[in-house]
């Protein structure tokens, strides 16, 4: 596991709403965390952030991951987002300072 998605683990999995109250995954076999399906676009979109604005990076997630997730119609209707269901969606500003805390050796 890279140190990013294990710096994430620990630092997200225990808020999680589709976490059990010991920070355990509650998503089963069939479902997927966007999180861990999609590490390597996030930290690459956080990596090529050149300004401090966050906005600019949600922009960039939407753009490289959001538009290629399994759970978006084709006119671009997520119905995770549309019950604040999708992990990556809910954290993203909390993992972009888990990134950035990670750079920096913080965590």
Do not use: P
């Not at 999680?16 to 979109?45: N, Q």
């Not at 959001?66 to 119905?79: A, F, I, P």
Request: contains cysteine; proline residues 0%; aromatic residues 8%.
């Amino acid at each position: 596991m890279n140190k990013y998605l294990k710096a994430i683990k620990t630092h997200v999995c225990g808020i999680c709403c589709d976490s059990d109250e010991k920070g355990r995954c509650k998503l089963t076999t069939e479902e997927v965390c966007a999180i861990e399906l999609y590490v390597d676009d996030i930290v690459e979109i956080i990596h090529s952030n050149t300004d401090e604005n966050y906005d600019t990076v949600y922009s960039k997630l939407k753009e490289k991951v959001c538009k290629n997730c399994k759970t978006r119609t084709e006119d671009g209707y997520c119905y995770l987002k549309e019950d604040a269901n999708c992990s990556l969606e809910r954290y993203f500003y909390l993992i972009i300072e888990i990134v950035n805390k990670v750079d920096l050796g913080k965590i």
